[in-house]
C-alpha cells in the first residue's frame, strides 16, 4: 500500500498504524522523543546499602544454603528503581558474597568480566587460571571474561565480598556463555603472588603479548593502593569534587584494568565538602574507611565503612567527609570512553 498522501485525523493514523504493523512496522515520528533525549533517562535511583543493617541477612544466608549447593552465594545489591531485574545500575550488577570457613565456591568459568572488592575479613582466597590469591580487606580482584575461578576460605571467619560484574552489558549483546570445571577446585600451576611479581612492578617480561583486554595484574592490594593515595596527598592538588582519586590501570597498555568496568579508589580528607558533581556513568561506591555524607540528588546518606551506594547516570552528587574517608568506586566508564559517550560536568561550589 502507498500512500499518496498524509493523514489528517487519529481515525486515518490508527488505521495506518494497524496496517503497517502487520508487517512488523512502526512509525518512528510516535516515539522519537523517547528515543534520543535531550538527557539521560533510566529508572535508575539513588540508593545505599549499609552493612550494619544487611551484615546479619548475609550470615543468615550462611545458614540455609551452602557455597557449593548455590555455586555463589550472593546477596543482589538491587537498584530499587529496577525490582526484579538483578541490576545496580542500567549495565552492571553488584552483590556481596559469603565465604565461610572450609567452603569452596566451586570453579567455572563466564563471558561476564567480574571484579572482588574485600569488604570483611582475609585468608580466604580466589584462584584465577591457575593462580591462587589470599584476599584481605580492601583488595581489588579480577576475574577476566572466561576464565576458570573458583573462591574457598582456609580461615577461621567468615569472608565478604563485593563483587561487580557486566552481566546487564554482556546480557544486551546476548554474548552470555557458562562452563563448569569437572571439579570444585581447579588445579593451580603457578605460584601465589606469580602475575604481581611479574607484571605490577613497573616491568614486563620481555616479549609479552597480551592475550586479552584485560590487566595482566589479579590482585591489587589495597596496602599499595593506600600508599599511594597518602603520597599523592603530600604532593598532589586536590580535585575541588573528587579529593584525590586513582584509576586502576592495565600496565601493558595504561588503559583501565578491565575492558567494561572502570575502578577507581579516592581519598577525601578530614573536612573535605566537595562541589557538584555528575558525569554519565552510574557509579557503584563502597566505603574503605572513614565517615561522610553522599548528597545525591535530592537525598542525602551518611555512610561509614563497608557502606555501599550509586549514584545514576548525570544525577548530580557532592561528597562530603567528618574523618578522612576512602572510597572504592566501579562504573561502565571505559565502554563509554571508547564509544565516545561520557561526559562529565562540575557544578559550583
Not at 500500500?1 to 493523514?7: E, Q, R, V
Request: charged letters at 20%.
Amino acid at each position: 500500500m502507498i500512500m499518496t498522501s498524509t493523514p489528517t485525523n487519529a481515525d486515518d493514523r490508527k488505521a495506518f498504524y494497524d496496517t503497517i504493523g502487520q508487517q512488523n512496522l512502526t512509525p518512528l515520528w510516535e516515539v522519537l522523543h523517547g528515543l534520543v533525549t535531550p538527557e539521560p533517562v533510566h529508572q535508575v535511583q539513588p540508593a545505599i546499602w549499609r552493612y550494619d543493617d544487611i551484615r546479619g541477612h548475609i550470615m543468615a544466608s550462611g545458614e540455609l544454603i551452602t557455597a557449593k549447593e548455590a555455586e555463589r552465594r550472593v546477596l543482589i545489591l538491587e537498584n530499587p528503581g529496577l525490582p526484579g531485574q538483578s541490576k545496580i545500575t542500567g549495565s552492571l550488577y553488584a552483590g556481596l558474597q559469603l565465604i565461610l570457613p572450609g567452603e569452596v565456591a566451586p570453579a567455572h568459568r563466564h563471558t561476564q568480566s567480574a571484579l572482588r572488592f574485600v569488604v570483611e575479613g582475609e585468608g580466604a582466597y580466589t584462584a584465577v587460571d591457575g593462580e591462587r590469591t589470599t584476599m584481605h580487606p580492601g583488595d581489588f580482584v579480577i576475574t577476566p571474561s572466561w576464565t576458570w575461578h573458583d573462591h574457598g576460605n582456609d580461615s577461621d571467619r567468615p569472608m565478604v565480598w563485593l563483587d561487580g560484574l557486566d552481566i546487564p552489558m554482556v546480557s544486551f549483546f546476548g554474548a552470555s556463555f557458562a562452563e563448569k570445571w569437572p571439579e570444585d577446585s581447579q588445579p593451580l600451576s603457578r605460584p601465589e603472588g606469580d602475575s604481581l611479581a611479574r607484571y605490577g612492578q613497573g616491568l614486563m617480561p620481555e616479549g609479552y603479548q597480551a592475550r586479552t583486554h584485560t590487566s595482566p595484574v589479579f590482585n591489587y592490594p589495597y596496602a599499595r593502593t593506600r600508599e599511594a593515595l597518602e603520597q599523592m596527598r603530600i604532593h598532589e592538588k586536590w580535585d575541588p569534587a573528587q579529593g584525590l582519586k586513582l584509576n586502576y590501570v592495565n600496565p601493558v597498555n595504561g588503559d583501565f584494568a578491565m575492558p567494561t568496568i572502570g575502578t577507581f579508589m579516592q581519598l577525601l580528607p578530614k573536612g573535605f565538602d566537595g562541589i557538584p558533581y555528575r558525569a554519565t556513568d552510574a557509579t557503584v561506591f563502597s566505603v574503605v574507611e572513614g565517615t561522610g555524607e553522599a548528597t545525591i540528588g535530592e537525598q542525602t546518606f551518611s555512610f561509614g565503612p563497608r557502606d555501599h551506594f550509586v549514584a545514576p547516570s548525570w544525577a548530580w552528587y557532592r561528597l562530603s567527609a567528618s574523618e578522612d574517608c576512602v572510597l572504592f568506586s566501579f562504573s561502565d566508564r571505559p565502554v563509554q570512553q571508547k564509544l565516545d559517550l561520557w561526559r562529565e560536568q562540575r557544578g559550583n561550589g
